[in-house]
């Protein structure tokens, strides 16, 4: 395997980044979109991607299945487990982002638990997982159960392979800690609307505004909102306040109702969400 | 080696295990959880408190008994039983679920959640939620929901409710996915009551201060017996908290082998087992770095035992530095060893123990040869048997077609 050779110093970590503020430039919060890799299979996952990006996302998000995934509500748990079950490895995940991201014009980021990105390639360590996901076009990683004291090693690695990294901050999280996330996070930081697992709610948390103008006052870098987003008027609601709407667990149920098409049209709507409640 | 050879630690790591890998929303509560510690250790009511109630509702100390027959049996060493199959409950698992219920108590949160396997955290910690006046909810897979059932009810008679897990492989593993996931969601008035030393800091380290107790009961009552320390300290190892309350008040004894067994299940050459240490290789789970068995992907694998207590593809992260620093022994027992070692002190002793400790039966039984007639090993005996009664007689009628013991010899 050769050493990530980027095409232009910083300028895939910084694609992330450049992504949302295009977004933001036109007037729009960007639509941030997680799917996972594998379900309903291998190609259908791709299919469905891209069919994400047809309708409108800035960004997407390509979960690989872990076993374990504890950050995870009911939904993408079993679609998760759907291609736990088929054989799908994470060296099969990156096959298939390499395929995605040279059909799509709009930055990729892996998601998966970090005890897979510290195994992959074996004595590699997280230096293998780092060159694979650079050579399958993917821009960076989110790694939800990293927090910034254990995240010091990924980090180095990613930065090395001018991979965007992306923290994970929360409604209960000090001052102090907001900061650290903001600081190291690259490409966007990650608010969690509300304390929970992933998965659809009726109704939008009243923490994610607070926990946003927090970010805001803390650093310059672009915040997205994810946890609990599934639905156009939620997304409008969080465009309000927000640089980026994440959302997963609805469109992964709209890959069990129609497939691609189904998440071409959801997605449609969520972005005019993020179109209809950005300010200004 | 010495003591002193072992690998730098602090509080939340020991040597390069351990940690703290979980989401940020949880984070505030861990550290919340380790100051809420150390508040209390240094309160002498809370001392108290836990002590009296050890005393006097938990049936501390346990005895410690020596195996004459047993040691016969065994040809070499004396043999020791640490009794924690007479504490309430029937097991270790008291000292645990008090110590982090009076905790709960002291931080304000009234709604206590737990996973269990076999269902013996579970009681305990519902056990604890009456005793303190609690909500409790246990999460369990739902495959042991119906392997446990006498479990299930023990648990619903002392008010708990009983969650049936659906998701992954419906085992432990996937109980304390799930009590994660509700403790994410309900951190501010809900307390994580984990069942052994695994987990992200601080509940290794303080699962091991809540039973601890068992070594410290040992340390003085086999130096009143022998005048001297054992030899060697035998215990059976899933996620390992009744070892480490066994062995941690003996790290620092270099003459005193700390012997932990794990579960051999079919074999270490099958992937039928649960011998994480012998078996696994170091990744991270459940919020710590530790040995697990998983595949080449990090991939967590289904485990097997005989013994539902053992059965986890995890261990804590301070037995994994107690082996990988070489202070620590680590063997595997098979299920048929186990039932040997279960029979044996069936017949032998009058004590039919739970099939988690008869792991440690045969192992110990060699150690004491290997010591000769001088030597001392003190073996946990860490619950009864009772609950392993129906499965015991299946396996044995059923699987490999033999009888029990009277009607064996009839």
Redesign the interface.
Known sequence: MSAATPTAAGARAASVEAAIRAANDEGRAALVVYLPAGYPDLAGSRACLEAAVEGGADLLEVGFP??????D??TI?AAN?VA?EAGL???DDFAMCAELTAAIDVPALVMTY???V???G?TERLEAFAVDAAEAGLAGAII????G??GGPWRAVADAHDLATV????????EE?LAA?AQASTGFVYA?ST???TGARETLADSARPLVERLRALSGRPVCVGIGVSTAAQAEEVAGFADGVIVGSALVRAIAAGGPSAVAELTAELAEGCRRGYPG | MTATDLPATDASHYGRFGGRFVPEALIGALGELEAALAEAQADPAFGARMAALREDYGGRPTKLYLAERLTAHGGGARIYLKREDLAHTGSHKLCNVLGQGLLAERMGKRRLIAETGAGQHGVATATIAALLGMECIVYMGEEDTRRQHLNVVRMQLMGAEVVPVTSGTRTLKDAINEAMRDWVTNVATTHYLIGSVVGPHPFPMLVREFVKVIGEETRVQILEREGRLPDAVVACVGGGSNAMGMFHPFIDDAGVRLVGVEAGGEGLDTPRHAATISGGTEGILHGARSYVLQDDYGQVRPTHSVSAGLDYPGVGPEHAWLADSGRGTYLAASDTEALEGFRLLSELEGIIPALEPAHAVLPALRLAGELGPDGVVVLNLSGRGDKDVDEVERVLREVRGEALGAEATS
Do not use: C, I, K
């Open positions: 872990y076993s374990d995934p504890l950050m509500g009911p748990q487990q736990l490895t994470p060296r970090y005890n897979l510290w195994h992959y074996g939800p159960d990293l927090p004291e254990e923290f994970l901050t929360a409604p209960v999280s000090s800690r996330a969690t304390m929970g697992v």
